[in-house]
């Protein structure tokens, strides 16, 4: 981050200039970033805060959101929640606080922090979450929200957690959760043909992280498939290997004109992710795609792959897997 930017997030610039934009913001013209935690969203945040000139808002549903935060307490929320969509349809005060998200209408340097002046003053938002895949639906029949699902192969995804410490420790011990995998387990199997299959993986912490990651991931994707939510889906790995192909789609997608020339996209794009934990730019394409699988053991990633793998649980995930390995493969 430059000086300029710092100051201005230090001072609660930000916050004031989102303050006296918020009533002209079009929740519809917001743009959603949703994806699993680590799989590359604080990356593609940045980027398309920069190359299409939009503001940015990071983890709004985190309890560090005083908004969110007043929501949890109220209604006796976990702090580490994961909202489905369908269980808030007609809740009034969920409506606000996705309302506020949209906006930009929050308090505090958190969601802005990862914000840079030369965008301080743009009027479009893009709204990065870890939180809100489940509730796609929502955003799309409330606000018509345009969203980007992001996937990353979930052995990169482990090996990104496991290899973190500080902030990504302490999502592996949130997202791990038994009691929180068995909920998800319970409350999708009307949507998912999950049965008593998956219990012998329950008692293994990086086991039930890869179920949360294939049950967040599976339901957009049915969502998608079936017609109830119209996503822009993009993989981590086409991210990496393909940056220019991505952001054109990324434009189409949003039906804008965007005068960014390919140098200029491509020289933001060498910029490191904010929660990267070694902030390099020297890290090649194949080094991005491929790192993880000499940190995983082979029983770990062979557990990965027997719960993909498992029936037709979770075929659309299987298939984006099966493009990212054959990408991954061709680069």
């Not at 981050?1 to 230090?10: E, H, I, K, P, Q």
């Not at 770990?300 to 984006?320: D, H």
Request: hydrophobic letters at 35%; a neutral charge; charged letters at 30%.
């Amino acid at each position: 981050m430059d000086l300029l930017s710092d100051a201005f997030r230090v001072l609660g610039l930000f916050e004031i200039v989102d303050k006296k934009k918020r009533q002209r913001v079009n929740p519809a013209e917001t743009l959603l970033v949703s994806g699993f935690w680590r799989s590359g969203t604080t990356l593609l945040m940045q980027a398309i805060s920069k190359i299409f000139n939009r503001r940015s808002i990071y983890e709004p549903l985190h309890f560090k959101t005083e908004e969110a935060n007043r929501f949890y307490y109220k209604n006796e929320s976990d702090r580490q929640w994961i909202p489905y969509w369908n269980d808030y349809l007609s809740d009034d005060e969920f409506f606000h606080l996705q309302e506020q998200v949209l906006k930009g209408d929050l308090k505090g340097e958190w969601v802005r922090r990862h914000r840079e002046y030369k965008v301080a003053f743009a009027d479009p938002l893009v709204v990065k979450m870890v939180r809100s895949n489940l509730c796609l639906p929502y955003y799309e029949k409330k606000f018509t929200s345009k969203c980007i699902l992001l996937i990353r192969h979930p052995g990169a995804v482990l090996a990104s957690i496991i290899r973190n410490k500080g902030g990504a420790a302490r999502i592996k011990a949130q997202i791990s959760r038994s009691d929180l995998v068995r909920q998800l387990l319970r409350k999708f199997e009307n949507e998912l043909p999950i049965d008593n299959h998956f219990d012998q993986y329950l008692d293994d912490v990086n086991a039930r992280i890869i179920l949360l990651y294939m049950i967040m991931n599976e339901l957009p994707l049915y969502w998608k498939e079936a017609g109830f939510i119209h996503p822009l889906v993009i993989t981590y790995e086409e991210m990496i290997a393909s940056p220019l192909e991505m952001f054109y789609g990324i434009k189409d997608y949003l039906n804008i004109d965007n005068q960014t020339s390919d140098e200029e996209i491509l020289s933001i794009w060498k910029n490191p992710s904010g929660t990267t934990k070694k902030e390099r730019t020297d890290i090649s394409v194949n080094e991005r795609l491929n790192s993880w699988r000499s940190e995983l053991d082979s029983g770990t990633e062979e557990m990965i792959y027997q719960i993909l793998n498992n029936g037709s649980v979770f075929p659309r995930t299987r298939n984006q897997i099966n493009q990212i390995d054959k990408l991954v493969t061709e680069n």
